[in-house]
């Protein structure tokens, strides 16, 4: 982060990715022409995509929409899911999931344990950017990457079903009223002694702020 009294530089770097936002065009040009001395890089203007998601500017209504539609379409192409009938949830009603569903011993099966694993970590990049309503189930089911047993892989394409029909789905962040500006909400919830393995309660949270997780 750059400030210079009122004006500031945002910058965002993902190995040989940025991206940046300000709201002082001049010291923007200026920064990445300092930049440029010591860095090799290219200005690509107004920015529209960014890791594989989408980022849609209504200036008009100031609004900021952030979508992964073409990475989840690709998802459910990779694993055979294209024309599945979606589900409503990513979860089934009263399921959980537990060690006592894994093999006994090591999952011998080292094409079903790697689809698996290829599953949930392509669903983890969706529930780490734009469709937290993932989150939950996919932390379950990441729970047994090592050793999953056929529940497991039920779980994990139901969560495919879901996202079936959420690949229009995103984050819509909008400008607040002045007495809401910056103002982070928080939601809790537990259940009671919902994990069958250790009897624990299970919470979840969700932040908030500008309109979206």
């Not at 290829?118 to 939950?136: V, W």
Request: with cysteine; glycine share 6%; aromatic share 8%.
């Amino acid at each position: 982060m750059l400030n210079r009294g009122k004006s500031i530089i945002l910058l965002s770097l993902y190995v040989n990715d940025g991206i940046c936002a300000t709201n002082n065009e001049k010291l923007y040009k200026q920064f990445l022409k300092d930049l440029s001395v010591e860095f090799e890089l290219s200005d690509q203007g107004c920015c529209e995509w960014y890791l594989g998601v989408r980022i849609q500017q209504d200036l008009a209504n100031k609004s900021t929409t952030l979508t992964q539609t073409q990475y989840a379409k690709d998802v459910l192409e990779r694993f055979g899911m294209t024309g599945a009938t979606p589900m409503s949830t990513p979860i089934e009603p009263n399921t959980h999931l537990s060690v006592s569903d894994c093999p006994d011993s090591c999952n011998s099966n080292k094409e079903f344990v790697l689809e698996y694993q290829q599953i949930i970590g392509t669903l983890l990049y969706l529930a780490n950017f734009t469709q937290p309503d993932l989150a939950h189930r996919v932390n379950q089911c990441s729970k047994f990457m090592l050793n999953p047993g056929p529940s497991n892989m039920i779980a994990a394409r139901l969560i495919l079903k879901y996202l079936a029909g959420t690949t229009e789905k995103g984050l819509t962040y909008e400008a607040q009223p002045a007495s809401r500006a910056n103002l982070l909400w928080g939601f809790a919830n537990a259940d009671h002694a919902g994990d069958p393995d250790t009897q624990r309660s299970v919470t979840g949270y969700v932040l908030m702020i500008a309109g979206a997780a």
